[in-house]
């Protein structure tokens, strides 16, 4: 059986979401967290979570990578009681009787989502579709060709003859829709 885990390549994550869930956290979509709020009117943090995070459940804590690997029922058992518990006592939910098969679902979400190698990253992008509805697509990020394991995030190389670099960049703004006229 294969399961999600949260992976964190680099300390971006303490950044883009006001929560980053710990390493190696089990994960699920977490899209439910947004269940009652508009996500259109989002921003910063909470609509970086929306857009591109999982949640992994021990932390309730976002991650933007999470890494495929094996798990065992009793691995399985435990997320599923974990989530339940984590649905009583930070979602609302009535009791653990009721959270239960809300916890299931994601799970079997999650065992879906599991189709690829052990070890593969996934991504998600979270949109709103025509309808009003959610849209989650999920993307697989795959080693170079010769790579054995996962490294950094980012790299950087130095290059001659560049233009000179802008004092002004914030990312934080690059993460901004542009606006609409």
Same mark, same amino acid.
Request: charged share 30%.
């Given at each position: =059986? $294969?399961?999600?885990?949260?992976?964190?390549?680099?300390?971006?994550?303490?950044?883009?979401?006001?929560?980053?869930?710990?390493?190696?956290? #089990?994960?699920?979509?977490?899209?439910?967290?947004?269940?009652?709020?508009?996500?259109?009117? %989002?921003?910063?943090?909470?609509?970086?979570?929306?857009?591109?995070?999982?949640?992994?459940?021990?932390? #309730?804590? #976002?991650?933007?990578?999470?890494?495929?690997?094996?798990?065992? +029922?009793?691995?399985?058992?435990? %997320?599923?009681?974990?989530?339940?518990?984590?649905?009583?006592?930070?979602?609302?939910?009535?009791?653990?009787?009721?959270?239960?098969?809300?916890?299931?679902? +994601?799970?079997?979400?999650?065992?879906?989502?599991?189709?690829?190698?052990?070890?593969?990253?996934?991504?998600?992008?979270?949109?709103?579709?025509?309808?009003?509805?959610?849209?989650?697509?999920?993307?697989?990020?795959?080693?170079?060709?010769?790579?054995?394991?996962?490294? $950094?995030?980012?790299?950087? =190389?130095?290059? +001659?003859?560049?233009?000179?670099?802008?004092?002004?960049?914030?990312?934080?703004? =690059?993460?901004?829709?542009?606006?609409?006229?």
């Amino acid at each position: =059986m $294969k399961l999600l885990r949260t992976i964190a390549l680099d300390p971006s994550d303490t950044f883009v979401f006001d929560a980053a869930a710990e390493p190696g956290d #089990w994960a699920v979509s977490g899209a439910f967290r947004f269940y009652d709020r508009d996500p259109a009117v %989002l921003t910063g943090k909470d609509r970086a979570a929306f857009r591109s995070g999982f949640l992994g459940v021990q932390s #309730w804590g #976002w991650s933007t990578l999470v890494q495929i690997v094996h798990a065992t +029922e009793a691995d399985r058992r435990a %997320l599923v009681e974990n989530l339940a518990q984590q649905l009583v006592d930070k979602f609302g939910a009535p009791d653990l009787a009721t959270a239960l098969p809300a916890a299931e679902e +994601e799970v079997a979400f999650v065992e879906s989502l599991c189709t690829h190698p052990i070890s593969s990253l996934i991504a998600v992008h979270r949109a709103i579709g025509d309808d009003g509805d959610v849209r989650e697509s999920f993307r697989r990020l795959q080693l170079k060709e010769g790579q054995d394991r996962h490294s $950094k995030a980012f790299s950087f =190389m130095e290059v +001659e003859d560049d233009a000179e670099p802008d004092q002004n960049l914030n990312l934080a703004d =690059m993460t901004l829709e542009p606006r609409r006229r």
